[in-house]
C-alpha cells in the first residue's frame, strides 16, 4: 500500500490507507511503526472499515519537527487534527496499543466529539498509571521509563548491538513463544534512521518535564483530565502486569466502558494473539 501524506498540526504525516466505509484509525506505540496493524488490517477492511494507519510524531516517514514538542497534548492535538482532515468531519473508530493507547485516552477525554467508538490497549488510564508509579514491580517493569531520562546513554545502548535493546524489549513484553522477526526488523530500520530515535524518546522525556510541554496547550491539558464519555473497550494481555492496573478503572468512564483480558498475550497483544484481538475489536465497533 503506498504511502500517503497529510498536514495535521502544523506538520506532515505519514499514513497508510486500505478500504472504504467508516473510518477507523489506527495507532502504534513503542517501540513499534504503524505496519504492526498488518494482522487487523484485512479483517477490518473485509468488514467494510476504512482503515487508517498513521505513522506517530518523529516516526518517518512522519515529519520529525526541529526543536518541536512531544508531551501528550502535542500528541493529542496531532490525532485530533488528523481525524479532522481524513474524516470529512464525521466521527471516527479510534484504536491505540502503547503509545497509541496512552494518546487515545486523552484524546477521548479532550475530543469525545470526534470519536464514535474505541479500544485502548495495553496501558491503564492516565490516573491508574499515576497510582503505579510508587510500585515497586511496575517501577520495574516500566524501567525503560526512567532510563530514557538520561541524555544520549539510551540512544547509544539502543543502537548498540544490531539494537538488542529493541529486541530485548519485545522479548520481555512477549509471551516466549511469540516470534516477530520481520516486524521487529521494519522496527529497527525505523529507529535508525537520522532523527527517530531522540524523537521517539522525547515522548518519554516529555512526560516527567514540564519545560519540555507547549505551555500554548494547556486548556487542551485541562480537557485531558476529563471523565471519558465515549464508549470504549479496554483489553490486555493476561500475561501482561499491566492487566493488573486495567483491573479497576472503569471509574473513569461515563458511558459503555469493558475491560476484557486476552489469554496467551502479553503487552503485543494484537501480534502475540492477532485473531482474537481482531475479533474483540470488530464485536465492539459494530454493536
Given at each position: 500500500?503506498?504511502?500517503?501524506?497529510?498536514?495535521?498540526?502544523?506538520?506532515?504525516?505519514?499514513?497508510r490507507?486500505?478500504?472504504?466505509?467508516?473510518?477507523?484509525?489506527?495507532?502504534?506505540?513503542?517501540?513499534?511503526?504503524?505496519t504492526?496493524?498488518?494482522?487487523?488490517?484485512p479483517?477490518?477492511?473485509?468488514?467494510?472499515?476504512?482503515?487508517v494507519?498513521?505513522?506517530?510524531?518523529?516516526?518517518t516517514?512522519?515529519?520529525?519537527?526541529?526543536g518541536?514538542?512531544?508531551d501528550k497534548?502535542?500528541?493529542?492535538?496531532?490525532?485530533a487534527?488528523?481525524?479532522k482532515?481524513?474524516?470529512g468531519?464525521?466521527?471516527v473508530?479510534?484504536?491505540?496499543?502503547?503509545?497509541?493507547?496512552?494518546?487515545?485516552?486523552?484524546?477521548l477525554?479532550?475530543?469525545?466529539?470526534?470519536?464514535?467508538?474505541?479500544?485502548?490497549?495495553?496501558?491503564?488510564?492516565?490516573?491508574?498509571?499515576?497510582?503505579?508509579?510508587?510500585?515497586?514491580?511496575?517501577?520495574?517493569?516500566?524501567?525503560?521509563?526512567?532510563?530514557?531520562?538520561?541524555?544520549?546513554?539510551?540512544?547509544?545502548?539502543?543502537?548498540?548491538?544490531?539494537?538488542?535493546?529493541?529486541?530485548?524489549?519485545?522479548?520481555?513484553?512477549?509471551?516466549?513463544?511469540?516470534r516477530?522477526?520481520?516486524?521487529i526488523?521494519?522496527?529497527?530500520?525505523?529507529?535508525e534512521?537520522?532523527?527517530?530515535?531522540?524523537?521517539?524518546?522525547?515522548?518519554?522525556?516529555?512526560?516527567?518535564?514540564?519545560?519540555k510541554?507547549?505551555?500554548?496547550?494547556?486548556?487542551?491539558?485541562?480537557?485531558?483530565?476529563?471523565?471519558?464519555?465515549?464508549?470504549?473497550?479496554a483489553?490486555?494481555?493476561r500475561?501482561?502486569?499491566r492487566?493488573?492496573?486495567?483491573?479497576?478503572?472503569?471509574?473513569?468512564?461515563?458511558?459503555?466502558?469493558?475491560?476484557?483480558?486476552?489469554d496467551?498475550?502479553?503487552?503485543?497483544?494484537?501480534r502475540?494473539?492477532?485473531?482474537?484481538?481482531?475479533?474483540?475489536?470488530?464485536?465492539?465497533?459494530?454493536r
Open positions: 500500500m503506498t504511502i500517503q501524506y497529510i498536514q495535521a498540526n502544523k506538520l506532515q504525516f505519514a499514513y490507507e486500505y478500504g472504504d466505509g467508516p473510518l477507523v484509525i489506527l495507532l502504534h506505540g513503542f517501540p513499534d511503526i504503524a504492526t496493524w498488518s494482522h487487523q488490517v479483517a477490518l477492511v473485509a468488514q467494510g472499515y476504512r482503515v494507519t498513521p505513522y506517530l510524531r518523529g516516526y516517514p512522519t515529519e520529525i519537527p526541529e518541536g514538542f512531544y497534548a502535542t500528541l493529542v492535538e496531532d490525532i487534527g488528523l481525524i482532515g481524513l474524516s468531519g464525521k466521527p473508530h479510534l484504536v491505540g496499543q502503547d503509545w497509541g493507547a496512552i494518546i487515545a485516552y486523552a484524546v477525554a479532550a475530543y469525545p466529539e470526534l470519536i464514535s467508538r474505541a479500544v485502548v490497549m495495553a496501558v491503564p488510564h492516565p490516573g491508574q498509571v499515576t497510582e503505579s508509579l510508587v510500585n515497586p514491580k511496575h517501577i520495574h517493569r516500566s524501567f525503560h521509563w526512567w532510563f530514557f531520562q538520561l541524555p544520549d546513554l539510551p540512544e547509544k545502548a539502543i543502537l548498540a548491538n544490531d539494537q538488542a535493546f529493541i529486541d530485548y524489549l519485545w522479548a520481555y513484553w512477549t509471551i516466549p513463544s511469540h516477530d522477526e520481520e516486524h526488523a521494519a522496527v529497527k530500520e525505523t529507529l534512521k537520522p532523527g527517530v530515535l531522540s524523537a521517539t524518546l522525547a515522548y518519554y522525556r516529555a512526560m516527567f518535564d514540564v519545560s510541554a507547549d505551555p500554548a496547550l494547556t486548556a487542551v491539558r485541562e480537557k485531558m483530565t476529563r471523565l471519558i464519555q465515549v464508549p470504549t473497550l483489553l490486555c494481555g500475561e501482561d502486569l492487566a493488573e492496573l486495567m483491573l479497576e478503572q472503569s471509574q473513569y468512564f461515563t458511558n459503555e466502558y469493558e475491560f476484557k483480558l486476552v496467551n498475550a502479553g503487552h503485543f497483544l494484537h502475540e494473539q492477532p485473531e482474537a484481538v481482531t475479533r474483540l475489536i470488530i464485536d465492539w465497533l459494530k
